[in-house]
């Protein structure tokens, strides 16, 4: 089957310039990225401020065209823009700030917003409204008004205006970034269980490794380049690498680290406390 | 430096009749030179504290009291309240306008009236504190990534030379390694300059590792207040609150739980490794 996504050597480059509009300096956000991410699955983009993460997701709904480089989208071609709008319904995207991308009164109308603007039939949009809200546990706040809601009940009402647009694939950009732990959680499994029940791809790009635990893949980004790929487990067994790159593995795994520096035999893929606690269980009943 | 709340209350609204408390009979002191983690839900009251603090609003009944003096005393100077008291903002990156970085910083400390000479000495120390290099002091606030700019908001907010610095989840949108760069930033201040720190923030891991007290918010009451080892033991209370203990903590008490006869004081990923080793050495 043909990959949802397919980028190859993928570089953006964004140009400074100064008040006569020269251009005074080359900024390589994207150096060559390449990867394939299969329809349905689950994948996480790791990576610290500035290592081009968001970037790359940009590429992906045709907000930003590549500079060199090819990007297929749901087998479109990125950078012509004649399939901007048919790349934008397969792809939907989740920004980080929940008040920059509610545009209406009332919670339905907002929901509403992006498939009648793609000409879908009033009585669908109804039902779609119903059906997306519902799938977040949104529906019962459906009259409200958006400006009420914390900011990870936004990030589900964003979500659900996505799900009715009906897309093959929706792109999380650091959108939990802004929400305390309970609203980042709440986001999290709504996209996970989208993932799981309808199909649907996702693409979430964060710092935060605790949200990458269920990805099918994740790769990680600095300075513009994949710099590592693999499986959650794969990934956070090299925590002094994540380090390199800024980032940071979760309390857990930081604890089965220093326990196996000071030569606890611990499995080097330990992913959570649970497993972390069942190991050092093991080697209790061991000794 | 003391910061005095005595039963501080703050409601939204009295007017319009659909009350809401923010804050409910606070008693509280802030000591000179503490590193104070505040942590509670969003809706906690823990923003609306930090803004009475440096008399930006004014509480509903109670009193504040500075140094013994009461903030909304006649004759009681707000402006130089706000300059002891300095607050940063939640992405205080938002309210950074000038053309460059060191215009910036300067904003505040040339509001002063100071001399000139003083404003730039004031606003090159603060910008050295925050690490930021001299190459940047020209450059425009929003060439310089998320970490950076958030460092610039600091200093122009130590330019002013605070004797206290409140700070609104001030790690909140930064990778990994800029976290940890403004939280060391922090301690340094505090050990080496002796400026109070107050630090709202929403990570328990966080609060662990630098604050040496806690204040925990629960709709608008301050419900525990204490070191780190000592709150943190209150787990149970706190979980029915909806907050948890640092992951460090949880890990040691789980392994409790199971049966281990673990030491469970530790609250950093460091104590719990050596709490973990040591018991396992023990065992065989």
Redesign the interface.
Known sequence: MQPIIDAKDLVHEYS?RDEEGNVTGINRALDGVSLQVEEGDFIAVL????SGKSTFAKHLNALLTPTEGTLYVGGMECGDHTKDLDIRKTVGMVF?NPDNQIISNVVEEDVGFGPENIGVPTAEIWQRMEDALKNVGMYAYRKNSPNKL??GQKQRVAIAGILAMKPKCIILD?ST??L????RKAVIDTISRINREEKITVIVIT?YMEEVTGADHVYVMDSGKVVMEGSPREIFARSHEL?EH???V???V??AM??RD?G?PLPEDILD?EE??DA??N??IQ? | MSIQLENVNYIYGESSGQEKWALKNINLTLHDNEFVGIVG???SGKSTLTQLLNGLEKPSSGQILYNGQDIQAEGFSKKELRRKAGLVFQYPEHQLFEVSVIKDVEFGPRNLGLTNLEVEKRSFDALKQVGISDELLDVAPF?L???QKRRVAIAGVLAMQPEVLILDEPT???????R?EILELLQRLHRENNISVILVS??M?DVARYAERILVMNQGELVLDGAPEKVFRYRKELREI?LDV???A??LY??RD?G?DVDTNGIT??Q??QN??DY?RR??
């Not at chain 1, 990576?47 to 500035?50: L, M």
């Not at chain 1, 305390?180 to 609203?183: H, L």
């Not at chain 2, 909140?172 to 800029?178: F, I, S, T």
């Open positions: 400074q990576g610290a401020n500035g980080q914390s900011g650091e970034a802004m305390d732990p309970g609203g710092h380090e800024r980032l940071a979760p309390e857990a930081k604890v220093l326990l000071q606890i406390q972390l606690v050092v269980e080697l209790w000794r | 839900h969003t809706g060439a990534s998320g970490g909140a949108g930064l990778d990994p390694a800029g940890t929403h990570s891991d909806g640092p992951q460090s949880n890990i789980e392994l199971r281990m990923p460091e719990a490794a973990i080793a396992l065992q065989s």
